[in-house]
């Protein structure tokens, strides 16, 4: 079955902390890959995207993820989190062909101490 | 420009009754999509259209209903309403129904079923 797994339901870190968020997903075939974030009070905005070509890409914020297709991952990461990163990141898959819906993960919810 | 908006901003119904949700497109996009998030999960996929036609649908009853406009805005109908259709709805848009599959969401309908 399609789905996709968020390892941390939530996770509170320090400013100035490193941050990695797992994704991992099980799909038959070629994927797009999606994180959204949602601050509190305001809608899903798209952090990153992955389509093709350079495994490692890089967002909005200061925020990059790694698509490693032979463990079917793409992790966030943010080298220094600040406090306006508090919010919920969600990870989201979509196949290429044959389908037109997102799968999303259950979400992280991130809390940043000043 | 404008975002994805949607209407009402919250609802609440009584079981068995029949609600109409509302979205408008990021001016420029065709294809419009519809998701359900439940509190504490991701948003789920009920519907994509395209050009006003339904191009997926996911694993919801035939109490949902949906359908695009010429304008390329979008109905999200929900007939019977169960105290477990209360969630937050998500219309997404794209600028077209072929790849890149990019959405962009709206703020959702909140809608409270007692």
């Known amino acids: 079955a399609q789905s996709v797994s968020q390892h941390n339901h939530h996770v509170i870190l320090s400013e100035a902390a490193s941050l990695e968020l797992g994704c991992n997903y099980s799909?038959?075939?070629?994927?797009?890959l999606f994180w959204y974030v949602q601050y509190p009070g305001q809608h899903l905005q798209l952090l990153l995207k992955?389509?093709?070509?350079?495994?490692l890409v890089k967002g909005i914020k200061g925020f990059e993820a790694e698509f490693i297709k032979s463990k079917f991952s793409f992790n966030l990461r943010k080298p220094s989190v600040q406090w306006s990163d508090t919010a919920e990141y969600f990870c989201a898959v979509k196949g290429t062909s044959g389908t037109y819906k997102y799968i999303f993960g259950t979400g992280t919810r991130l809390k940043v101490l000043a | 420009d404008a975002g994805v908006t949607q209407s009402p901003t919250h609802l609440i119904k009584t079981r068995g009754q029949q609600v109409t949700l509302r979205c408008s497109p990021i001016s420029g996009h065709k294809s419009v999509s519809w998701y359900q998030q439940v509190l504490g999960q991701g948003p789920q996929f009920i519907f994509q259209?395209?050009?006003?036609?339904?191009?997926g649908r996911g694993n919801f009853p035939d109490r949902f209903s949906a359908r695009q406009f010429p304008n390329y805005s979008s109905e999200l109908n929900v007939n019977a309403l169960l105290l477990g259709d209360s969630a937050l709805y998500l219309c997404a848009s794209s600028l077209s129904g072929m790849p890149p599959y990019e959405q962009y969401f709206g703020p959702g309908t909140r809608l409270t079923v007692t």
């Open positions: 799909y038959g075939g070629t994927v797009n």
């Open positions: 992955y389509f093709s070509g350079d495994p």
């Open positions: 259209y395209y050009e006003k036609e339904e191009r």
